[in-house]
């Protein structure tokens, strides 16, 4: 445009300038057109992902009406002392995914004693089995809602700890998973055919999705009557018993 | 052809280059998160930077929008238009990374699938923004130098078009600051020969 300025010395060159100002305003009308096509598509696009993808994760969440006995409303299976009116054992939620290796530590060094203060009736422990790490995670967790059915969740629970993997390299595979069910007494088809048809799969999916909206970051997270545990005690055996000893019930 | 031409001519054929890398990084990055939606709007989620509805728009949509940038890119259509989307893109991954460090969260941005909470030692955020400050880059270019070698848009001519239309060098926006002298020339001969 640097020639407009000047004025057109005659007919031929006013024609020029006249044709190229034409010239750009098509050029501006086309350009316009096409990035409003452009935009007009992915709005369109973005819907049309919002409304495939919020159905698909709807249909997800129809499953989950499918949870093992005896779980919470927030899909947390309870163990240890009944939380009821006038009840006073504390309450000691456990975010933990199988696969993650810090949780690994936590069962090492505080699975037994969470145990027996759950048996003594002196906490109940809710664990809330996450799976964000991966389709192991899912696996194990479905393995092991299989096992709350049967009565053998802390057992089954420990040995798969005890056989913790590499982060997703298949280890919670079906076959490990019934082998270590097996290994614990978990032998039924009722408990064969929960883990080879993944049936908890869809209260795997609301454990993990109810954590993550809940503000759950990492694994292994405490809530002690609701209120997190500092992470320094959590990987602390005798701090952490001390705590929970110390805990009234909320 | 002094040398400043000559480099000037180079400039669509970069822009054809950072115009497909874009759609490579877009194409990846929507297609890898497209799959598994509960884990996107995990990833989103986990930023702790948008209320619930805004994570579940964002978790469904942003893959889609995604693949749809690397879909025009690819072709090259509004150019310009894509690079500026591009752009903003990565300026607000940039800044929820950037806000997600500073809150002292331990997450993956998600930005390839995945993220979510990680362990406190595996967090990239340095990583994730050095990279998005060069996807950045890519994008800014494109706004700059829209006009890029075989692009969709170049032939879209405009209605009656005109002799240089055809021309790979005419992408779509030139808005006339960078060459003008040249492009003055080209105009100027061809309507004279019309």
């Known amino acids: 445009m640097s020639k407009t300025s000047k004025a057109p010395k005659n007919d031929r060159q006013r024609r020029i300038e006249e044709a190229r100002r034409r010239q750009a305003a098509q050029e501006r009308r086309r350009r316009l057109i096409i990035g409003g096509a452009v935009l007009a598509v992915l709005v369109v696009v973005a819907v049309i992902g919002i409304v495939v993808q919020s159905n698909r994760s709807g249909s997800a969440k129809s499953t989950a009406s499918t949870r093992p006995s005896g779980v919470l409303a927030n899909g947390a299976i309870p163990m240890g002392a009944a939380v009821s009116a006038g009840q006073t054992a504390p309450t000691l939620d456990i975010f933990e995914d199988f696969q993650c290796p ?3 530590q936590l069962e090492q060094g505080s699975g037994a004693d969470l145990q027996q203060l759950a048996t003594a009736g002196s906490v109940q422990l809710r664990y809330h089995l996450l799976s964000f790490i991966g389709l192991d995670s899912v696996r194990a967790a479905n393995a092991a809602g299989c096992a709350v059915d049967v009565g053998a969740f802390a057992p089954y629970h420990a040995k798969l700890y005890a056989n913790q993997p590499k982060e997703n390299t298949n280890g919670y595979s079906t076959d490990n998973l019934l082998k270590w069910g097996a290994e614990v007494g978990l032998t039924t088809p009722a408990f064969t055919d929960c883990v080879r048809t993944s049936r908890y799969q869809g209260w795997v999916k609301q454990v993990q999705d109810q954590s993550s909206k809940d503000g759950i970051v990492q694994t292994p997270t405490l809530l002690l009557n609701g209120k997190p545990v500092d992470n320094a005690i959590t990987l602390q055996p005798a701090q952490l018993k001390a705590a929970i000893l110390a805990a009234k019930g909320g | 052809m002094t040398a400043v031409s000559r480099v000037r ?21 929507g297609l890898s998160k497209v799959a598994d939606p509960e884990a996107t709007v995990r990833a989103v989620r986990a930023y702790r930077l948008l209320p619930e509805p805004a994570v579940l728009v964002m978790g469904y949509g942003l893959p889609f929008l995604e693949i749809g940038l690397a879909v025009l890119l690819l072709f090259g259509l509004a150019t310009r238009v894509l690079g500026s989307i591009s752009a903003l893109l990565f300026v607000a991954f940039i800044v929820g990374v950037a806000s997600a460090w500073a809150r002292g969260l331990a997450i993956d941005c998600g930005c390839f699938g995945g993220g979510g909470q990680i362990d406190p030692g595996a967090t990239r955020y340095v990583q994730e923004i050095i990279r998005d400050v060069g996807f950045l880059a890519m994008a800014a270019w494109l706004i700059v130098f829209p006009r890029s070698r075989l692009a969709v848009e170049s032939r879209l001519a405009p209605a009656g078009g005109s002799g240089n239309v055809d021309d790979t060098d005419d992408g779509a926006e030139d808005d006339g600051a960078e060459s003008d002298v040249a492009e003055s020339e080209t105009n100027r001969e061809g309507t004279v020969r019309r």
């Open chain 1, 102 to 104: 810090y949780c690994g």
């Open chain 2, 9 to 29: 001519s180079l400039l669509p054929a970069v822009s054809t280059l950072a115009r497909w890398a874009l759609a490579v990084v877009w194409g990846y990055a």
